[in-house]
């Protein structure tokens, strides 16, 4: 497949480290529904409502494992034979962040939930763009969260080490650019996504020749990219990703 290359105007971003000890600050959340979110869930909003004022937004949310221990409990549970909590369970969807998040600003945008194992984070970028690029006066937020595995599930692959990141596309007042690339994948993306990614611009191409700094996990070469204004890359089975930013021009 040819490579793809798309850039992504950045207004505002956001991040919550995975081995931050204080507990993050979501008190625009009642307190009735936010004793009942997992860390997960809390990281994701909090970084979410970092980016994002009162205007509405569409949402593309990603994570590799989601409310996987959340699930993990439940199943648990029912293998002791005592019944589930229905508000465990309603929270235990791959997009129970965004439902929250909607109701609690009272937005009805259009709301998306993203997972494709280790590149999760590269494919929700390219999401985030897709759907931007199709209606560029409407910004689109992109909130990737993610946390490890239970170690009932043994030892996994490239795992993730935890934390979030909110990014929000938008041309207007927009800090930089994301430059972003996908080079040598095994299997071709869905038609719509490959159109919109290769209307924008070649002219990074030639860039490339520079070293990248390479990471184990994809947030860790974006966040990389993101604070340094260095770029980053993740190589993974038969495919790599490359970040690079580009300050607003004056």
Not at 37 to 50: C, E, G, I, M, R
Not at 69 to 97: Q, Y
Not at 156 to 178: K, R, T, W, Y
Request: proline share 5%.
């Amino acid at each position: 497949m040819p490579d793809l290359y798309w850039t992504i105007p950045v207004a505002r971003w956001s991040s919550w480290p995975a081995a931050a000890s204080a507990a993050p600050d979501i008190g625009f959340i009642e307190p009735i529904v936010r004793r009942r979110l997992s860390t997960l869930s809390k990281v994701a909003l909090k970084v979410a409502h970092d980016c994002v004022a009162q205007n509405e937004v569409r949402v593309v949310f990603a994570s590799r494992h989601g409310e996987l221990r959340r699930t993990t409990d439940i199943l648990r549970t029912i293998s002791t034979g005592e019944p589930v909590s229905p508000t465990a369970f309603s929270l235990s969807v791959l997009n129970a962040m965004t439902g929250v998040f909607g109701i609690a600003r009272g937005d009805r945008s259009a709301a998306s939930a993203i997972s494709a194992g280790a590149e999760t984070l590269g494919y929700a970028l390219l999401e985030a763009y897709a759907q931007y690029a199709t209606q560029p006066d409407s910004p689109v937020l992109l909130v990737y969260a993610d946390e490890p595995a239970d170690p009932a599930y043994g030892t996994i692959e490239d795992e993730v080490q935890g934390g979030a990141i909110a990014i929000l596309l938008s041309g207007e007042a927009s800090a930089g650019q994301l430059v972003c690339s996908l080079s040598g994948a095994g299997e071709p993306l869905a038609a719509e996504a490959v159109e919109a990614a290769q209307r924008t611009s070649h002219a990074d191409a030639a860039s490339k020749a520079d070293a990248d700094e390479s990471f184990a996990t994809q947030s860790q070469a974006l966040l990389h990219c993101l604070e340094t204004g260095r770029p980053a890359v993740w190589q993974g089975a038969g495919s790599a990703w490359h970040w690079r930013w580009h300050e607003r021009a004056a």
